[in-house]
């Protein structure tokens, strides 16, 4: 491991170029990314915002408007934008960084995209050690953007320290998901494209749910840089977590660690192709089929 030290120390210095190439050595499991992530020196206190929703909700204009805003204040942000993946060809769905295209030449900011690989939620234990990778840098804050596509904003919140779920005015089926427990892990609530008609109405309905819980509301028009400096203030205050809290999420991402390289044998392009085999006979049973690998 001598022979990388090299790189870790690159990463401690803020360097892009080793950050880089660690996490595309974790990422792939490309020895020695075990090694690697067992010697990092991983800086806790680097918080970690998560911002979550419904395709079209403008996140990644909304996340560009936010790291535009730090990085005008000399801060450092990484961000990591969580693609999901395709079930048919294991490929990203969308894999656009396009709205973020002005901060590729920012040397204060750092963009990386990940595939969910196959993770229902959208965090896979390949994001967790990633960005264990990231905090182990010389990072002020960093962003995780996923795609709310079901679990996604539970999952996200067992990631990150504070979880924005960004709607927009015509989000009437989300407000159905709040009630139904996305309040209980999100910290706050941005309604984004806010200068679309009944946007104040979907708002003010949004503040009223959400009055007891103390969830903070925040309007933005994100390509206009409208609502993005209180948005900001308010991501900046730390959170107060307690103990319980704490230990449940860190169970959690011990859990997905453990069951990533439990399966870590299991091939699904292969498994795919057995399927197919298998499919064709007549007395086909997926829990048979199932036996052969586990």
Request: with cysteine; net charge positive; hydrophobic share 45%.
């Amino acid at each position: 491991m001598d022979t990388n030290y090299p790189l870790l120390k690159g990463i401690e210095q803020g360097n892009f170029l080793a950050l880089a190439r660690a996490l595309t050595l974790v990422e792939n499991d490309i020895a020695p990314s075990a090694d690697i992530l067992r010697m990092l020196n991983v800086k806790s206190a680097v918080p970690i915002i998560g911002i979550t929703g419904p395709p079209g909700a403008g996140k990644s204009t909304l996340v560009n408007a936010i790291t535009e805003q730090f990085a005008k204040q000399n801060k450092k942000i990484a961000i990591l934008a969580v693609d999901p993946t395709s079930p048919f060809n294991f490929g990203s769905l969308l894999g656009d960084r396009i709205r973020m295209a002005q901060q590729f030449n920012n040397p204060n900011v750092y963009i990386r995209s990940v595939a969910t690989r196959g993770a229902l939620g959208g965090i896979s234990a390949k994001t967790i050690e990633m960005i264990d990778v990231i905090r182990a840098a010389t990072f002020d804050m960093i962003i995780v953007e996923t795609v709310g596509v079901g679990q996604s904003e539970i999952e996200i919140a067992g990631l990150a320290d504070k979880t924005v779920v960004v709607l927009v005015p015509e989000s009437g089926d989300e407000i159905q998901s709040i009630k139904s427990g996305i309040m209980e892990i999100a910290q706050g609530f941005v309604v984004n494209k806010a200068d679309r008609e009944g946007a104040d109405v979907f708002t003010n309905t949004l503040k009223k749910l959400v009055l007891h819980h103390k969830i903070p509301v925040f309007k933005t028009v994100a390509d206009k840089k409208e609502g993005i400096d209180e948005l900001c203030e308010w991501l900046t205050i730390p959170v107060e977590s307690d103990g319980k809290r704490k230990a449940s999420l860190l169970a959690e991402k011990a859990f997905k660690i453990i069951a990533h390289y439990r399966m870590k044998n299991v091939d699904k392009v292969k498994l795919h192709s057995e399927m197919v085999k298998a499919l064709k006979r007549s007395d086909f049973n997926i829990y048979k089929f199932t036996d052969q690998w586990i």
